[in-house]
């Protein structure tokens, strides 16, 4: 049974996630670790939704468990993209508005081998099948 502190520690191992994202989706252009630092901070600073915020509306269209993600920007577009597994072994990646809150887009993978590589994913980020 989960409690509220697994809630926070999942949290704040998801914010690590998009810092981490962030940091490794930086122009090639960018040529220390201190000035990626920096663009993942400046995207962060940008965001008016919060990770917490932009997991919770993820999981009201696609229940399950967000297992992974990544603050990103792309075409002019701030947007959280979120891994999520279902209870029935798919997993979903559904992108959130960073500045509206508002679903983006929504993608399912039902196929087998999305099946697997959900399985993998979630191993990779420290969460078990149930």
Sequence with gaps: MKGPGMTGLLLVGMLAAVTFGAWAHAD???????????????????AHFTLAQAVETALQQTPGRAFQAELEQEDGTLAYEIKIART???????????DSGKILASEDQEDQDSRK?????QEENGEEEE
């Design 88 to 98: 029935d072994q798919t997993c979903a990646t559904v992108r959130v508005d960073a």
């Design 28 to 46: 090639a252009k960018r040529e220390s670790p201190r000035a990626e630092k920096e663009h993942a901070a400046r995207l962060v600073e940008k």
């Design 117 to 121: 590589g959900c399985s993998e994913q």
